[in-house]
């Protein structure tokens, strides 16, 4: 597809970019910044602003649509309900998507997808994280992680009745699930990079260890509020 064939698809086929964003007031204006330029097309950005600073006026100030934010799911919600796109991207704050991201995804659809992500890498080398990374480029729905976004036709996404926000951690990969059931998903070999601000505060190992842990208690179907209550005991210690 040329570059002219792309903006007249762009200009068909917006894009809504659902962010949700807590206490990112220092990085919002720049982060949309970088996301737009890394596009051939004009697309839609809502920001699900939470938190106690004041991410939801410097949001608004880049252009931004500012909705309410909260717990991920409902905040993810809330930013599909106010989408006009017919593709809805779902992007975390800390992590930017590669050059021409939405090339990608309409190239994708075109083959067939309606829903999918990028693979992952992260902004620090570490081993453990570089291992981990790896993983992400096979489909399996154990190594589908909101860090390395989501995008799904919005009829997809009312189809499999958006995110469960009941739910308080894994909502992401339990929304994959629930695509795979309806439409086929398509692991886009382009990398988004991640912030490892995280790992750096808590520790590469300790942390990795805890997201191990709560996706194996996730599995065995362990209450969400019991594994928010030891993800938070732990993360604390």
């Known amino acids: 597809m040329s570059e002219l064939e792309c ?34 097309g004009n697309h839609e950005y809502i920001v ?26 409902f905040a993810l919600n809330s930013g599909a309900k106010v989408a006009t796109g017919k593709i809805l991207y779902f992007l975390h704050a800390d992590t ?12 994708a659809i075109e083959r067939g997808a309606q829903a999918g992500s990028f693979r992952l890498k992260f902004d620090n080398n570490h081993s453990l994280l570089s291992f981990f990374a790896w993983f992400t480029r096979f489909s399996w729905s154990l190594a589908r992680f909101g860090d390395q976004s989501l995008f799904v036709t919005k009829v997809i996404y009312q189809k499999a009745n958006g ?9 992401d990969s339990n929304i994959v699930r629930r695509l795979k059931k ?13 912030s490892a601000r995280k790992y750096e ?3 590469f190992y300790r942390l990795q260890c805890i997201y191990i ?20 005991g732990l993360l604390s210690n």
């Open 96 to 107: 930017v998507p590669p050059k021409h991201w939405d090339q990608l995804i309409l190239k």
């Open 213 to 232: 842990l709560v996706t194996f208690l996730y599995y065995c179907r362990v209450p969400q509020n019991m594994i928010m209550r030891i993800y938070r």
């Open 48 to 73: 699900a602003a939470g938190g106690t600073d004041n991410t939801a006026n410097e949001a608004h100030k880049a252009g931004a649509i500012v909705v309410a934010g909260g717990p991920r799911p």
């Open 7 to 40: 903006t007249v698809v762009y200009a068909m086929r917006m894009i809504s970019v659902i962010i949700p964003a807590y206490n990112e007031e220092a990085r919002i204006k720049d982060f949309l910044k970088t996301v737009q330029s890394r596009t051939l």
């Open 163 to 171: 995110f469960n926000e009941k739910m308080l951690v894994m909502e």
């Open 182 to 194: 309806v439409t086929s998903f398509a692991v886009i070999p382009e990398q988004v990079i991640t």
């Open 201 to 203: 505060k808590h520790g």
